[in-house]
């Protein structure tokens, strides 16, 4: 009986701190494609103003690929241009995945933002889309 109440006090022990730990996410590396002449251009006090594009990732469920907008030097929108949209459930997943990280991502200002749960590979590829772009402002 003892025996039994330590391995299951153990197993939970154990569950309850996998449970807790955050994942690990790769940093981004991306080069931005050079500004055309005329286009917008950064300089030391920020990016600047106007509209940058990320990269279209792809994912296990489809692609996500969205578009910035900074003013100011501070991120002001998030306009997904692409999402998983193949079945019923994609869509359904992304209605309610895009716009909670889109709110986070402008409280936050950048890519550092956390998974929404049961969409891993939607917001992985959003975070990822959305690094890139800000690399592209920040030039």
Same mark, same amino acid.
């Given at each position: 009986?003892?025996?039994? @109440?330590?391995?299951?006090?153990?197993? @939970?022990?154990?569950?309850?701190?996998?449970?807790?730990?955050?994942?690990?996410?790769?940093?981004?590396?991306?080069?931005? %494609?050079?500004?055309?002449?005329?286009? %917008?251009?950064? #300089?030391?006090?920020? %990016?600047?103003?106007?509209?940058?594009?990320?990269? #279209?990732?792809?994912?296990?469920?489809?692609?996500?690929?969205?578009?910035?907008?900074?003013?100011?030097?501070? @991120?002001?929108?998030?306009?997904?241009?692409?999402?998983?949209?193949?079945?019923?459930?994609?869509?359904?997943?992304?209605?309610?995945?895009?716009?909670?990280?889109?709110?986070?991502?402008?409280?936050?200002?950048?890519?550092?933002?956390?998974?929404?749960? +049961?969409? #891993?590979?939607?917001?992985? +590829?959003?975070?990822? #889309? @959305?690094?890139?772009?800000?690399?592209?402002?920040? +030039?």
């Amino acid at each position: 009986m003892r025996r039994m @109440l330590i391995t299951t006090g153990a197993t @939970l022990a154990g569950v309850t701190l996998l449970l807790a730990a955050k994942p690990h996410r790769a940093a981004v590396l991306a080069t931005p %494609p050079p500004a055309p002449e005329g286009g %917008p251009t950064t #300089s030391a006090a920020g %990016p600047a103003d106007g509209a940058y594009r990320g990269d #279209s990732v792809e994912t296990k469920y489809g692609p996500v690929q969205v578009e910035i907008t900074m003013a100011g030097g501070r @991120l002001t929108a998030v306009r997904v241009l692409k999402s998983p949209s193949e079945s019923g459930r994609d869509r359904e997943i992304a209605a309610m995945s895009l716009p909670r990280l889109t709110r986070e991502a402008l409280a936050a200002g950048n890519a550092h933002i956390d998974a929404v749960s +049961g969409a #891993s590979y939607t917001s992985d +590829g959003y975070i990822t #889309s @959305l690094q890139s772009a800000l690399d592209r402002a920040h +030039g």
